[in-house]
C-alpha cells in the first residue's frame, strides 16, 4: 500500500512539476521577461527571473525522485526524509490555496502529492 501511494505521489509530482515549468514559461514567465516594465527592464532580472521559475520545478523534480525511489524500495525508505517532503508539498499546497483564494491551479496537486506521502508514511 505505501508503495503504491509513493508511486501515485511521484507520478503526480512529476506531471505537476512538468506543467509548472511548461505552462508557467508559456503564459508567465515568457510574456513577462519580454516585457520592459518596472524591473523588467533590466536584463539581469529577466534572466534570474527565468532561471529561478525552472529551478524551482528542477528541486520539485529532485522531491519527486526522492517519492519514486522511495517507493521502488520501501524497506529501505528514509521515513523522516519522505515526512519533510510530504509536509512541505502538504503546507505548500495549503498556502498556495490559502493565499489564492483557491485560484491558482496547482494547489490541489500539491496538497495531493504532500497527503499521499504522508498517508504512506502512517
Known amino acids: 500500500m505505501s508503495e503504491i501511494l509513493l508511486t501515485m505521489a511521484a507520478i503526480l509530482g512529476f506531471a505537476t512539476l512538468l506543467v509548472h515549468s511548461i505552462v508557467g514559461e508559456k503564459r508567465l514567465i515568457g510574456p513577462l521577461v519580454h516585457?520592459?516594465?518596472?524591473?523588467?527592464?533590466?536584463?539581469?532580472?529577466?534572466?534570474?527571473?527565468?532561471?529561478?521559475?525552472?529551478?524551482?520545478?528542477?528541486?520539485?523534480?529532485?522531491?519527486?525522485?526522492?517519492?519514486?525511489?522511495?517507493?521502488?524500495?520501501?524497506?529501505?525508505a528514509d521515513i523522516?526524509?519522505?515526512?519533510v517532503t510530504g509536509s512541505a508539498f502538504l503546507i505548500s499546497g495549503i498556502y498556495d490555496a490559502i493565499i489564492t483564494k483557491g485560484k491558482h491551479i496547482?494547489?490541489?496537486?500539491?496538497?495531493?502529492?504532500?497527503?499521499?506521502?504522508?498517508?504512506a508514511i502512517i
Open 35 to 76: 516585457s520592459n516594465d518596472g524591473v523588467m527592464s533590466n536584463d539581469l532580472a529577466k534572466q534570474v527571473t527565468r532561471f529561478a521559475w525552472h529551478f524551482t520545478s528542477i528541486l520539485g523534480l529532485i522531491a519527486t525522485f526522492i517519492l519514486a525511489k522511495s517507493a521502488y524500495d520501501f524497506a529501505e
Open 80 to 83: 523522516a526524509l519522505l515526512a
Open 106 to 119: 496547482g494547489w490541489p496537486m500539491l496538497t495531493a502529492v504532500g497527503a499521499l506521502t504522508l498517508f
